[in-house]
């Protein structure tokens, strides 16, 4: 497999240990295996399993599967979804539509499984299936574990890191004695995949609420229909079945609907917990190990692949020796704000579809009405659900808060479309940036020479981090993406007005900024990464640190 980038001397060699090869598992060993790190991935189930428990992949997420080469599979099994929509006693209350930057896509934990495991055999990696781990030990070297293989064996080994991705029920968790605290909703949820008759679309979701309780229906791909709700106070798991189901959807739905042809049928139920601690020394926890909440909104996957991808990057750089431990301190803090986030908002969506008392339900309808109208959901919900508005605070992966030319530090980069003269395509610029290595984007007015400081800085920096740090320019009045910087030839001198931003892999923004940009770049890098390859030259640190970057600092916003 092609080495990303070279790894320091001395770094360390030893396999990293993923527990679980569900969808955050499997991201995970995916991600790190095209980031060089050698890894290895256990599951004590005997193969995948066939139940499609989540359903809804957002946006974010799609550009993280994408990036690992599962478009063909997206395009091919997703169904887009086109709106969400909401009735009262049978009424329309709220219809939000989807546009092209937040529409989700329905597809099947299964097909996301398979789509990582292609991506991991590809990359050269596999599932050790029937593995499972049964003890766990570790200093400040290394973690040294029990696994026990499909045929009973018993077998001690040393890894470097471990990931535990191996659900509510962790392994990884329990060997850690980590809490997790939470509560489980009293009602328990029926579910059933079935066909529907009845005058519904399949790029639909329908959220039907009656003084009863709401039904929801989500289409399928392929023509089934997901049906779910709360099943009524001393239900078992054992009494649900398609004739209890019809009845509740008889109850609470528009009436007219008829289910037949089922697949599957089961009872859940809803919990929200979170564990005390993500990390531990060199052990990690992603994904339902380390938060579970209701299914409300959908967040449940998308949350985990994101966990996975953001901390693969910073584990495969510091497995190489190429970044200070201390960058694995910000997965904790990063993903822990997500988190709360998204426990909060999967609870209070979940309250609101089982009010018990008449004058809750009428709120709630007024409240769906007015952000109807108001468009409230397609400007301030959606995006959030769609993963595009997380804003990570200051720590050890993102500098100082800032923002300039439409970056914000600690947010995605824009995903405004460009043309990249590098593929000679027109794409969204998060993609056309790499997601191996950080990206100093030099952003500014087409007709205007670049400052001479810039092209000094991008310089100094190739010097000192080598192939860890690559400069693209942005020309904004044309939305031109160029490896170099344009000519001076016909251009206007520095009175233009450029921006500064370092983008890390995940296409969030370590640092911004104009004046204080060259700066603020060289303080984050300082701090995140050992200077590699060869020093600079004392030349070209006198031209980054002298009068050029008092020109620069007039020349940026």
Same mark, same amino acid.
């Given at each position: 497999?092609?080495?990303?980038?070279?790894?320091?001397?001395?770094?360390?060699?030893?396999?990293?240990?993923?527990?679980?090869?569900?969808?955050?598992?499997?991201?995970?060993?995916?991600?790190?295996?095209?980031?060089?790190?050698?890894?290895?991935?256990?599951?004590?189930?005997?193969?995948?399993?066939?139940?499609?428990?989540? /359903?809804?992949?957002?946006?974010?997420?799609?550009?993280?599967?994408?990036?690992?080469?599962?478009?063909?599979?997206?395009?091919?099994?997703?169904?887009?979804?086109?709106?969400?929509?909401?009735?009262?006693? =049978?009424?329309?209350?709220?219809?939000?539509?989807?546009?092209?930057?937040?529409?989700?896509?329905?597809?099947?934990?299964?097909?996301?499984?398979?789509?990582?495991?292609?991506?991991?055999?590809?990359?050269?990696?596999?599932?050790?299936?029937?593995?499972?781990?049964?003890?766990?030990?570790?200093?400040?070297?290394?973690?040294?574990?029990?696994?026990?293989?499909?045929?009973?064996?018993?077998?001690?080994?040393?890894?470097?890191?471990?990931?535990?991705?191996?659900?509510?029920?962790?392994?990884?968790?329990?060997?850690?004695?980590?809490?997790?605290?939470?509560?489980?909703?009293?009602?328990?949820?029926?579910?059933?995949?079935?066909?529907?008759?009845?005058?519904?679309?399949?790029?639909? =979701?329908?959220?039907?609420?009656?003084?009863?309780?709401?039904?929801?229906?989500?289409?399928?791909?392929?023509?089934?229909?997901?049906?779910?709700?709360?099943?009524?106070?001393?239900?078992?798991?054992?009494?649900?079945?398609?004739?209890?189901?019809?009845? /509740?959807?008889?109850?609470?739905?528009?009436?007219?609907?008829?289910?037949?042809?089922?697949?599957?049928?089961?009872?859940?139920?809803?919990?929200?917990?979170?564990?005390?601690?993500?990390?531990?020394?060199?052990?990690?926890?992603?994904?339902?190990?380390?938060?579970?909440?209701?299914?409300?909104?959908?967040?449940?996957?998308?949350?985990?692949?994101?966990?996975?991808?953001?901390?693969?990057?910073?584990?495969?750089?510091?497995?190489?020796?190429?970044?200070?431990?201390?960058?694995?301190?910000?997965?904790?803090?990063?993903?822990?704000?997500?988190?709360?986030?998204?426990?909060?908002?999967?609870?209070?969506?979940?309250?609101?579809?089982?009010?018990?008392?008449?004058?809750?339900?009428?709120?709630?309808?007024?409240? /769906?009405?007015?952000?109807?109208?108001?468009?409230?959901?397609?400007?301030?919900?959606?995006?959030?659900?769609?993963?595009?508005?997380?804003?990570?605070?200051?720590?050890?992966?993102?500098?100082?808060?800032?923002?300039?030319?439409?970056?914000?530090?600690?947010?995605?980069?824009?995903?405004?479309?460009?043309?990249?003269?590098?593929?000679?395509?027109?794409?969204?610029?998060?993609?056309?940036?790499?997601?191996?290595?950080?990206?100093?984007?030099?952003?500014?007015?087409?007709?205007?020479?670049?400052?001479?400081?810039?092209?000094?800085?991008?310089?100094?920096?190739?010097?000192?981090?080598?192939?860890?740090?690559?400069?693209?320019?942005?020309?904004?009045?044309?939305?031109?993406?160029?490896?170099?910087?344009?000519?001076?030839?016909?251009?206007?001198?520095?009175?233009?007005?450029?921006?500064?931003?370092?983008?890390?892999?995940?296409?969030?923004?370590?640092?911004?900024?104009?004046?204080?940009?060259?700066?603020?770049?060289?303080?984050?890098?300082?701090?995140?990464?050992?200077?590699?390859?060869?020093?600079?030259?004392?030349?070209?640190?006198?031209?980054?640190?002298?009068?050029?970057?008092?020109?620069?600092?007039?020349?940026?916003?």
């Amino acid at each position: 497999m092609e080495q990303m980038y070279e790894q320091e001397a001395g770094a360390d060699r030893r396999p990293v240990l993923v527990v679980g090869a569900g969808p955050v598992g499997l991201t995970a060993a995916a991600e790190l295996r095209r980031r060089g790190v050698p890894v290895r991935c256990v599951d004590r189930a005997q193969g995948p399993s066939p139940l499609s428990k989540a /359903l809804a992949v957002w946006p974010r997420t799609l550009e993280v599967l994408r990036r690992l080469g599962g478009g063909k599979r997206i395009e091919t099994h997703g169904l887009p979804i086109e709106s969400l929509r909401y009735h009262s006693n =049978n009424r329309e209350v709220a219809r939000i539509r989807f546009d092209d930057r937040t529409r989700p896509v329905t597809l099947p934990q299964p097909d996301v499984e398979a789509l990582l495991g292609e991506c991991l055999s590809e990359l050269g990696g596999e599932v050790e299936w029937g593995t499972e781990l049964v003890a766990l030990e570790q200093d400040a070297h290394g973690v040294t574990v029990e696994l026990r293989t499909a045929d009973g064996t018993a077998v001690r080994e040393e890894f470097s890191y471990v990931l535990g991705c191996d659900g509510a029920s962790s392994t990884v968790r329990e060997r850690l004695g980590i809490a997790f605290d939470g509560s489980t909703y009293a009602p328990l949820f029926a579910l059933a995949d079935v066909r529907v008759e009845g005058p519904l679309v399949h790029d639909a =979701n329908y959220y039907f609420c009656g003084p009863k309780g709401v039904v929801v229906l989500v289409g399928l791909p392929g023509g089934r229909f997901r049906v779910f709700t709360a099943a009524p106070a001393g239900t078992t798991r054992e009494d649900i079945d398609l004739a209890l189901i019809q009845r /509740l959807l008889d109850d609470r739905g528009p009436g007219g609907l008829t289910l037949h042809d089922a697949t599957w049928t089961t009872g859940f139920s809803v919990h929200a917990r979170h564990a005390e601690r993500t990390r531990v020394g060199r052990v990690f926890l992603a994904g339902d190990a380390a938060h579970i909440h209701s299914p409300a909104g959908g967040q449940g996957l998308n949350t985990g692949v994101q966990d996975a991808h953001n901390l693969a990057w910073k584990l495969a750089l510091v497995h190489a020796g190429r970044a200070h431990e201390t960058l694995l301190d910000s997965y904790a803090d990063e993903r822990g704000q997500v988190a709360r986030t998204v426990i909060r908002q999967a609870d209070l969506q979940t309250r609101a579809w089982t009010p018990t008392k008449r004058w809750h339900v009428a709120l709630r309808d007024t409240a /769906l009405r007015v952000a109807s109208a108001l468009r409230l959901g397609d400007i301030a919900y959606v995006p959030g659900l769609a993963g595009l508005t997380y804003v990570y605070r200051q720590g050890a992966a993102v500098g100082p808060a800032g923002s300039v030319g439409g970056f914000t530090t600690g947010a995605l980069a824009p995903d405004r479309t460009v043309w990249d003269r590098r593929t000679t395509r027109r794409v969204p610029l998060r993609l056309a940036l790499t997601d191996l290595r950080m990206t100093l984007l030099v952003a500014g007015p087409g007709d205007h020479a670049v400052p001479a400081a810039a092209t000094a800085l991008a310089a100094t920096l190739q010097q000192q981090y080598g192939d860890l740090v690559e400069t693209r320019y942005l020309d904004t009045t044309d939305a031109l993406l160029s490896d170099t910087a344009p000519r001076d030839a016909g251009l206007k001198r520095n009175d233009g007005r450029f921006a500064l931003a370092l983008v890390r892999p995940d296409g969030y923004v370590a640092v911004c900024g104009g004046g204080r940009g060259p700066e603020l770049v060289r303080d984050w890098l300082r701090t995140a990464f050992p200077a590699q390859g060869h020093r600079p030259a004392a030349t070209a640190t006198a031209v980054t640190e002298s009068d050029s970057e008092s020109e620069l600092k007039e020349a940026l916003l």
